[in-house]
């Protein structure tokens, strides 16, 4: 699996320490409230589960499944939500917790479905962030990294559902595209 790996981007100490640095933030923002951690699967799940682990405060996690890639290394367009939350939102300081923002289409969905749903506050915290994909205008409100305009994988990023178990961030070899 290392062998399809073209480059490293971000390798696991780098990603610790950016993520030290967002819970510092988090934890500050969130010192008096409760907030509930929604992560979106599956992508999210190993940023998210590192991030709640990091958190001061009294805090909830929860998780909500979309896709909206099939498969390839483009997106569709098109949100569904596979499952939902168990979380009632009303009241709530939602924190989302995002592996990439990429054309923004799946934040978009999710920060209006779950803002229709009575919760206190809607915050995004993302791992990645794709500035240059970007076909809908949504910012998240912590970003670990700024990242070229490459199809990622590593660190819950997959291709194919594989390559999620990589401990950094990289970018394939075009040749495994092309299999
Ligand atoms: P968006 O809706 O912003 O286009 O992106 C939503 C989802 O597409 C992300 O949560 C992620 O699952 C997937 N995605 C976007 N960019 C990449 C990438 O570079 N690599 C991988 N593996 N998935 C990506
Ligand atoms: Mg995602
Ligand atoms: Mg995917």
Do not use: W
Not at 77 to 90: F, N, S
């Amino acid at each position: 699996m290392n062998n399809d790996i073209e480059r490293v981007l971000y390798s696991t100490e780098e990603i610790n320490a950016t993520e030290d640095r967002l819970a510092k933030q988090i934890n500050a923002d969130y010192a008096d409230k409760k907030p509930l951690v929604v992560s979106v699967l599956t992508g999210a799940a190993p940023f998210s589960v590192d991030m709640f682990k990091k958190m001061t405060c009294y805090a909830q996690l929860d998780f909500i499944d979309v896709s909206s890639y099939y498969g390839g290394t483009e997106s569709t367009g098109t949100i569904k939500l596979i499952h939902d939350l168990k979380a009632d939102l009303e009241g709530q300081d939602v924190l989302i917790m995002e592996d990439i923002v990429d054309t923004g289409r799946t934040l978009r969905y999710l920060v209006d479905l779950l803002g229709e749903r009575g919760a206190n506050s809607v915050k995004v915290c993302t791992l990645l962030d794709k500035p240059e994909g970007r076909k809908v205008e949504i910012e998240a409100d912590y970003v670990g990294f700024v990242v070229p305009n490459e199809f990622l994988v590593g660190y819950g990023l997959d291709y194919q559902g594989y390559y999620r178990n990589l401990p950094y961030v990289g970018i394939l070899k075009p040749s495994v595209y092309s299999k």
